[in-house]
């Protein structure tokens, strides 16, 4: 049951401040974690991060905005697991500045065990490019990420064996396309990388994975090491929804955090397959493949962590200065 009555004002900032560090710890786009927040007394602006660093390096708009939803996702998790109910009003201004939400506390509620075992779920939830073990995803396993995504009003379809082929010929595709890309790609990928942005080399693998769909190229080859068998037992699958505006996209941000906590918590590493769903005429290729599905938003694959599996090093992230302002 929630409380109305007035509450401190110092815990709903901290706890706000606190959603702010822990929406940091979001999956984006090449990590280049493109949302700023503006930190009030009683609310939380998120904003698109548009400046010059980020739109020089060709990030693509949908992606990003996918990103700020992971990232909207993360913040609630914190609030709830704070014992703050938050109401979120999202692209409060048709997101025309770049404002795509408004989370404003308005009241008390109990600590659910589920928001504190989300809230430690978010601080080791990771991509990982690793090796997979060779046990399948369960059909439960399955049903109940399907489920974490309609929370959030996006719909998740594990794609049947027909439409993974589908999926591997539009993405090697649009590896054809990025070849041309490759300076712009490496604006995100390898090196030592000092300003919390981007792919470091112990994240990325040597050589071309033998997987089912090809993976995004890094431009470079990195030091993690590849899998020496084919990813047979993983599943694929795709965040889909009948809209194709920012609302849209926000939301599947949302779904793909819900989600992939989830796996998390059930043992199962989540993939994002994003080169496939950037470019224009492949999005329109996959959508026609889909067979009038709805509009896909990000592909993904599962699979089971093996026992003895180590994830690669946390991915760095930009200081939480360069990302949330107070007021
Ligand atoms: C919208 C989106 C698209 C992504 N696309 C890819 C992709 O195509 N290939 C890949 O290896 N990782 C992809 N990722 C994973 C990011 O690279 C990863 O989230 C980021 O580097 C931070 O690392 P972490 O998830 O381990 O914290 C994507 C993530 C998001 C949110």
């Given at each position: 049951?929630?409380?109305?009555?007035?509450?401190?004002?110092?815990?709903?900032?901290?706890a706000?401040?606190?959603a702010?560090?822990?929406?940091?710890?979001?999956?984006?786009?090449?990590?280049?974690?493109?949302?700023?927040?503006?930190a009030?007394?009683?609310?939380?602006?998120?904003?698109l991060?548009?400046s010059?660093?980020?739109a020089?390096?060709?990030?693509?708009?949908?992606?990003a905005?996918?990103?700020?939803?992971?990232a909207?996702?993360h913040?609630?998790?914190?609030?709830?697991?704070?014992?703050?109910?938050?109401?979120?009003?999202?692209?409060?201004?048709?997101?025309?500045?770049?404002?795509?939400?408004?989370?404003?506390?308005?009241a008390?509620?109990?600590?659910?065990?589920?928001?504190s075992?989300?809230?430690q779920?978010?601080?080791?939830?990771?991509?990982?490019?690793h090796?997979?073990?060779?046990?399948?995803?369960?059909?439960?396993?399955?049903?109940?990420?399907?489920a974490?995504?309609?929370?959030?009003?996006t719909?998740?379809?594990?794609?049947?064996?027909?439409?993974?082929?589908d999926?591997?010929?539009a993405?090697?595709?649009?590896?054809?396309?990025?070849?041309?890309?490759q300076a712009?790609?490496?604006?995100?990928?390898?090196?030592t990388?000092?300003?919390?942005?981007?792919?470091?080399?112990?994240?990325?693998?040597r050589?071309?994975?033998?997987?089912?769909?090809?993976?995004?190229?890094?431009?470079?080859?990195?030091?993690?090491?590849?899998?020496d068998?084919?990813?047979?037992?993983?599943v694929?699958?795709?965040?889909?929804?009948?809209?194709d505006?920012?609302l849209?996209?926000?939301?599947?941000?949302?779904?793909?955090?819900?989600?992939w906590?989830?796996?998390?918590?059930?043992?199962?590493?989540?993939?994002?397959?994003?080169?496939?769903?950037?470019?224009?005429?492949?999005?329109?290729?996959?959508?026609?493949?889909?067979?009038?599905?709805?509009?896909?938003y990000?592909f993904?694959?599962?699979?089971?962590?093996?026992?003895?599996?180590?994830?690669?090093?946390?991915?760095?992230?930009?200081?939480?200065?360069?990302?949330?302002?107070?007021r």
């Open positions: 049951m929630t409380s109305t009555l007035t509450f401190d004002t110092a815990a709903v900032t901290r706000l401040t606190n702010a560090t822990a929406a940091s710890h979001a999956p984006s786009i090449h990590n280049a974690q493109p949302w700023r927040w503006h009030h007394d009683d609310h939380l602006d998120l904003s991060d548009e010059p660093a980020l020089v390096v060709g990030l693509d708009r949908r992606l905005i996918l990103s700020c939803g992971a909207l996702h913040a609630l998790v914190s609030l709830a697991a704070d014992g703050m109910h938050a109401t979120v009003t999202r692209l409060p201004r048709q997101a025309r500045s770049g404002h795509l939400a408004t989370i404003r506390v308005d008390r509620i109990p600590v659910e065990p589920a928001a075992r989300h809230l779920t978010i601080a080791w939830r990771q991509t990982d490019r090796a997979l073990s060779g046990t399948p995803v369960d059909a439960d396993t399955l049903r109940s990420m399907a974490a995504a309609e929370s959030q009003q719909l998740l379809h594990v794609l049947r064996p027909r439409q993974v082929l999926l591997a010929s993405s090697d595709h649009t590896r054809g396309d990025e070849s041309d890309d712009e790609l490496r604006e995100w990928t390898g090196g990388r000092t300003l919390g942005t981007g792919n470091a080399d112990t994240v990325i693998p050589g071309a994975s033998p997987t089912t769909v090809p993976g995004r190229p890094f431009g470079r080859p990195g030091d993690m090491a590849i899998a068998s084919r990813d047979r037992t993983a694929f699958a795709v965040l889909y929804g009948p809209g505006g920012n849209d996209w926000l939301r599947a941000g949302e779904a793909l955090s819900a989600v906590l989830k796996a998390t918590e059930l043992g199962i590493s989540v993939l994002p397959f994003s080169s496939t769903t950037e470019v224009t005429a492949t999005r329109e290729t996959i959508r026609h493949l889909l067979s009038g599905l709805g509009h896909p990000l993904l694959r599962f699979a089971v962590l093996g026992p003895d599996t180590a994830g690669p090093p946390n991915t760095p992230r930009r200081p939480t200065g360069q990302t949330t302002e107070h």
